[in-house]
């Protein structure tokens, strides 16, 4: 059967537990909401097909549990992803404090080059509300990151971050493609010259047998 898409990216959510990632996670993919919190063992995942700047693009998206007695398992999946949503929860100052770990985690534990964005998830809560949304901007701004707050619940910027993380990766893509084509032209066009350059290397006389 032909593929139905152009390219499979791998995302990762990682944050504290009970920020909403698989809140997040099911909204997206199912459009469905749970209150119930039931902590994610290890690692799951979900797949959906997007389509960006008329690309056909697969996003298999990893939903990491937030408990620290899975680190040790989830972080053997940092390296195969392309793409990292940081959650925290915006009722919850220490899960905002902690976004500096998951940071420093991933460039830790990867070597490839990361897109990355950051989201405060629960902003419907505002009876609750611990962190503004102005420091959630700064802090991303000092990571060079694009910011969202979402909310799970009433599906405020759901799709938007999930959809925004994948034309990141996409972006990247193409410009990795594009420098790679790049340097196999100019890699050609050098191994042109010096091919030329051989052809008109003047031949010297043939020597004549005196014997
Ligand atoms: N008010 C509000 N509550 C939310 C939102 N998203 C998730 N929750 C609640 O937060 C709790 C935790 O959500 P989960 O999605 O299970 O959290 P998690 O980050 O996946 O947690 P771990 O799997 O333990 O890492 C649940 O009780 C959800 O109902 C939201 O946008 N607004």
Not at 33 to 43: E, L, M, Q
Not at 68 to 78: A, L
Not at 183 to 194: P, V, W
Request: net charge negative.
């Amino acid at each position: 059967m032909a593929k139905q898409y152009d390219f499979l990216f791998r995302l990762l959510m990682l944050g504290d537990s009970g920020v909403g990632k698989t809140c997040m996670l099911r909204r997206f993919t199912e459009s469905d909401f749970d209150t119930a919190h039931i902590s994610t063992i290890g690692i799951d995942f979900k797949m959906k097909t997007l389509e960006v700047d008329g690309t056909k693009v697969r996003v298999q998206i990893w939903d990491t549990a937030g408990q620290e007695r899975y680190q040790t398992i989830t972080k053997q999946y940092y390296r195969r992803a392309q793409g990292v949503i940081f959650v925290y929860d915006v009722t919850d100052k220490l899960s905002f404090k902690h976004i500096a770990k998951w940071v420093s985690d991933v460039d830790e534990y990867t070597t490839q080059k990361m897109e990355t964005i950051l989201v405060g998830n629960k902003c419907d809560d505002s009876l609750r509300r611990e962190v503004s949304k102005n420091q959630g901007t700064k802090l991303a701004g000092s990571y060079g990151m694009e910011f969202f707050e979402t909310s799970a619940s009433k599906n405020i910027n759901i799709s938007e971050s999930f959809e925004r993380l994948t034309e990141l990766v996409l972006q990247a893509h193409k410009r990795d493609v594009d420098n790679l084509l790049g340097s196999l032209d100019s890699y050609l066009d050098k191994a042109g010259l010096e091919e030329d350059k051989e052809s008109t290397v003047p031949h010297l006389p043939q020597r004549s047998c005196a014997c």
